[in-house]
């Protein structure tokens, strides 16, 4: 007879992993612009679950989502990005 309840109450839940097409169809940001944010600490750390798996954990993808909707300090009279440079008039 199986009981129902073999201690797992004690056990956390299993958090949601996500993978990068999961990620990018949640967040419209091209794969390049994922790894860069990620390597600037300006976005979650994926885990690697083998050798060649990356995945983010679903709840910290949610909270950055969370935190830059909360903290917006987009300026829109800011210069174009670093790098670029401004078209000539002529």
Do not use: C, H
Request: no cysteine; hydrophobic share 30%.
């Amino acid at each position: 007879m199986s009981n129902d309840n073999d201690g797992d109450d004690d056990l956390p839940a299993l958090r949601r992993m996500l993978t990068e097409r999961m990620v990018l169809e949640e967040i419209p940001i091209s794969r390049t612009t994922l790894y860069r944010l990620e390597r600037a600490g300006k976005f979650p750390r994926s885990v690697y679950v083998s050798p060649n798996r990356r995945l983010w954990f679903r709840d910290e993808v949610v909270a950055w989502q969370t935190a830059i909707n909360d903290n917006d300090e987009r300026d829109p009279r800011r210069g174009r990005g670093k790098g670029r440079r401004r078209r000539s008039g002529g």
